[in-house]
């Protein structure tokens, strides 16, 4: 009798001790700072995600992620290609407030500059371990790498995937040389094949995870893929419906599971933020080799819907409904903010352009914190403005595929350029593809959208109006 008692006081105090050290651990994890987790990828298009649409690529990870999170449907890149896209997703900045535009090439004299503060830097002053695995593009001089932006750690390449020799049209336009393969600062090969890229920037995106779970941190993780030139491992070789393209994005969607999967095996994953996006919309000219933009038009080096809306979703359990889809227009510019409001990191002294949309996240408000988004292209272009459920486009000149033949099988087709030569105006709400202009019916929009894009012209500029704003400031300069 005696011995029964004594064995159920000892389990009693077994589980005692249990439930104390599960509080002590609940306690720790509700005090400490939440990880973030920025997944981006290249060129991917709106519909190349299963819940964003896609008949014919199988996403199961992403998929899982959004009915776990919040999807939006109405999320903007910065801008509509590479380099430009990642100073503003980084920086919460307009890419030209800050004088970056463009795709960087090799070599470029121009990065983005010391005295511009990234996430990275933000996170880092309260104790974030930081890691970038994957694309750059913000200059590859060596005061420019991701080292010298707050990253404590970086492997991946410094530009795009295709600014290497065997590029389709190296020779008649452009002369590349070797892609470098960097770790930290050090560049430690150089690339012949990327079949294996995705599976190395997974394993050290895990491997991050695993060294730092005692600590907060920030991992961001900017696939090279599925920019041309597209290259998958054997694993998920012929995998897809969609071919190759397809194949490239099930890898993707891979990563992102094993990614979550280190999360929850280190317990993590309840006060951790994962944001999956991608930099800008798919290249149509590459045809089978691209993604889709649909329902939306054009797609990359555009204005239009199809250029500059991507997947977007987020899942923080601690504090973001399960399976919420929402409407409201945000911007990669926005993040910054959002997630220094979210671990009470400090917003940059130099001003920035987004605002915190975690009360959008959270499902406590449905309206944009900001009263419009403007998009500019090439060298500070103003060529559109969303407002509300409007979007209104200035004369410019623009590239499409329409009428032309896209390429196949890694080769580029011809892109025809088109004048927009008066101002155009969509009711994003009753037609998403921008079929049908309303300009001519709705004249005090155009007056009122006119008003908020001459205000923006006078801070940020617009070349096609030979203006120069008075906010702007310059791009790093190598020395």
Same mark, same amino acid.
């Given at each position: 009798?005696?011995?029964? !008692?004594?064995?159920?006081?000892?389990?009693?105090?077994?589980?005692?001790?249990?439930?104390?050290?599960? %509080? =002590?651990? %609940?306690?720790?994890?509700d005090?400490?700072?939440?990880?973030?987790?920025?997944?981006? #990828?290249?060129?991917?298009?709106?519909?190349?995600?299963?819940?964003?649409?896609?008949?014919?690529?199988?996403?199961?990870?992403?998929?899982?992620?959004?009915s776990?999170?919040?999807?939006?449907?109405?999320?903007?890149?910065?801008?509509?290609?590479c380099?430009?896209?990642r100073?503003?997703?980084?920086?919460?900045?307009?890419p030209?407030?800050?004088?970056?535009h463009?795709a960087?090439? @090799?070599?470029?004299?121009?990065?983005?500059? @010391?005295?511009?503060?990234?996430?990275?830097?933000?996170l880092?002053? !309260?104790?974030?371990?930081?890691?970038?695995?994957g694309?750059?593009?913000?200059?590859?001089?060596?005061?420019?790498?991701?080292?010298?932006?707050?990253?404590? %750690?970086?492997?991946?390449?410094?530009?795009?995937?295709?600014?290497?020799?065997?590029?389709?049209?190296?020779?008649?336009?452009?002369?590349?040389?070797?892609?470098?393969?960097?770790?930290n600062?050090?560049?430690?090969?150089?690339?012949?094949?990327?079949?294996?890229l995705? #599976?190395? !920037?997974? =394993?050290?995106?895990?491997?991050?995870?695993?060294?730092? $779970?005692?600590k907060?941190?920030?991992?961001?993780?900017?696939?090279?893929?599925?920019?041309?030139?597209?290259?998958?491992?054997?694993?998920?070789?012929?995998?897809?419906?969609?071919?190759?393209?397809?194949?490239?994005?099930?890898?993707?969607?891979?990563s992102?599971?094993?990614?979550?999967?280190?999360?929850?095996?280190?317990?993590?994953?309840?006060?951790?933020?994962?944001?999956?996006t991608?930099?800008?919309?798919?290249?149509?000219?590459?045809?089978?080799?691209?993604?889709?933009?649909?329902?939306?038009? =054009?797609?990359?080096?555009?204005?239009?819907?199809?250029?500059?809306?991507?997947?977007?979703?987020?899942?923080?359990?601690?504090?973001?409904?399960?399976?919420?889809?929402?409407?409201?227009?945000?911007?990669?510019?926005d993040?910054?903010?959002?997630?220094?409001?979210?671990?009470?990191?400090t917003?940059?002294? $130099?001003?920035?352009?987004?605002?915190?949309?975690?009360?959008?996240?959270?499902?406590?408000?449905?309206?944009?914190?900001?009263?419009?988004?403007f998009?500019?292209?090439r060298?500070? =272009?103003?060529?559109?403005?969303?407002?509300?459920?409007?979007?209104?486009?200035?004369?410019?000149?623009?590239?499409?595929? $329409?009428?032309?033949t896209?390429?196949?099988?890694?080769?580029?087709? %011809?892109y025809?350029?088109?004048?927009?030569?008066?101002?155009?105006?969509?009711?994003?709400?009753?037609?998403?593809?921008?079929?049908?202009?309303?300009?001519g019916?709705n004249?005090?929009?155009?007056?009122?959208?006119?008003?908020?894009?001459?205000?923006? *012209?006078? *801070?940020?500029?617009?070349?096609?109006?030979?203006?120069?704003?008075?906010?702007? *400031?310059?791009?790093?300069?190598?020395?």
């Amino acid at each position: 009798m005696m011995r029964c !008692i004594f064995l159920f006081m000892l389990m009693l105090g077994l589980f005692s001790c249990k439930d104390k050290a599960t %509080e =002590e651990k %609940e306690k720790q994890t509700d005090s400490k700072p939440p990880n973030v987790v920025l997944i981006f #990828t290249d060129d991917q298009g709106y519909q190349d995600v299963g819940v964003f649409g896609s008949p014919n690529i199988k996403t199961p990870n992403l998929d899982r992620m959004a009915s776990e999170g919040v999807q939006l449907t109405n999320y903007y890149a910065a801008q509509a290609v590479c380099s430009a896209s990642r100073a503003g997703i980084l920086t919460g900045c307009y890419p030209n407030r800050i004088g970056i535009h463009n795709a960087m090439m @090799p070599d470029s004299k121009i990065g983005l500059h @010391p005295s511009e503060t990234t996430m990275a830097e933000m996170l880092k002053e !309260i104790g974030y371990a930081t890691a970038i695995f994957g694309k750059w593009h913000l200059g590859d001089h060596p005061d420019f790498l991701p080292t010298k932006h707050g990253f404590d %750690e970086y492997f991946g390449i410094p530009y795009s995937n295709d600014m290497w020799p065997y590029h389709p049209q190296q020779g008649p336009i452009f002369d590349f040389g070797p892609l470098p393969l960097y770790k930290n600062e050090q560049v430690i090969d150089t690339l012949t094949d990327q079949s294996q890229l995705t #599976t190395k !920037i997974t =394993e050290q995106s895990v491997d991050f995870i695993n060294r730092n $779970k005692d600590k907060p941190f920030f991992l961001y993780v900017p696939h090279p893929q599925p920019h041309v030139p597209l290259f998958v491992s054997d694993k998920f070789k012929g995998k897809s419906e969609r071919g190759l393209y397809g194949d490239v994005i099930m890898e993707i969607d891979w990563s992102v599971g094993q990614i979550m999967k280190a999360l929850k095996t280190n317990g993590l994953d309840e006060n951790t933020l994962v944001i999956f996006t991608s930099d800008n919309g798919p290249w149509l000219s590459y045809g089978n080799h691209a993604g889709s933009a649909l329902p939306f038009r =054009e797609g990359k080096g555009t204005a239009w819907e199809g250029g500059h809306r991507e997947p977007f979703i987020a899942r923080f359990p601690k504090a973001f409904p399960k399976a919420l889809k929402v409407d409201t227009p945000v911007m990669a510019i926005d993040l910054l903010p959002t997630i220094a409001e979210l671990t009470g990191a400090t917003l940059p002294e $130099k001003t920035i352009d987004g605002k915190s949309v975690l009360q959008v996240l959270t499902g406590k408000q449905s309206e944009s914190p900001q009263q419009a988004y403007f998009f500019y292209y090439r060298v500070n =272009e103003l060529h559109a403005v969303r407002y509300g459920k409007w979007k209104m486009y200035f004369p410019h000149n623009y590239r499409t595929m $329409k009428g032309g033949t896209p390429g196949g099988d890694g080769l580029p087709g %011809e892109y025809n350029h088109v004048d927009l030569e008066r101002i155009e105006l969509y009711d994003l709400s009753a037609d998403i593809s921008e079929t049908k202009d309303v300009a001519g019916d709705n004249p005090e929009v155009i007056a009122e959208i006119s008003g908020l894009a001459d205000a923006m *012209r006078l *801070r940020l500029g617009d070349a096609l109006r030979d203006m120069e704003g008075s906010e702007t *400031r310059t791009p790093g300069m190598a020395k």
